[in-house]
C-alpha cells in the first residue's frame, strides 16, 4: 500500500480549486498530474475537491 499523503492543502491545491471553479480543464489536467497533488484529499471541513 502506498504511504499515507499529508491531509494539510497545498498553493497547489488551491491552485487545483480555483482551476475547476473556472472551469479551466487544461489547467486542471496540468496540476493533476504534477507529483503529490492528491485530490481526495479533505479540506477542514471534511470535503473532498
Same mark, same amino acid.
Given at each position: !500500500?502506498?504511504?499515507?499523503?499529508?491531509? #494539510?492543502? @497545498? /498553493? $497547489?491545491?488551491?491552485?487545483?480549486?480555483?482551476? +475547476? #471553479?473556472? $472551469?479551466?480543464? =487544461? &489547467?486542471? @489536467?496540468? !496540476? !493533476? +498530474? &504534477? *507529483? =503529490?497533488?492528491?485530490? @481526495? *484529499? !479533505? #479540506?477542514?471541513? =471534511? /470535503?473532498?475537491?
Amino acid at each position: !500500500l502506498a504511504s499515507l499523503q499529508s491531509q #494539510d492543502w @497545498t /498553493k $497547489n491545491d488551491e491552485k487545483l480549486l480555483q482551476a +475547476v #471553479d473556472y $472551469n479551466d480543464a =487544461g &489547467r486542471v @489536467t496540468s !496540476l !493533476l +498530474v &504534477r *507529483k =503529490g497533488l492528491v485530490p @481526495t *484529499k !479533505l #479540506d477542514s471541513e =471534511g /470535503k473532498s475537491a
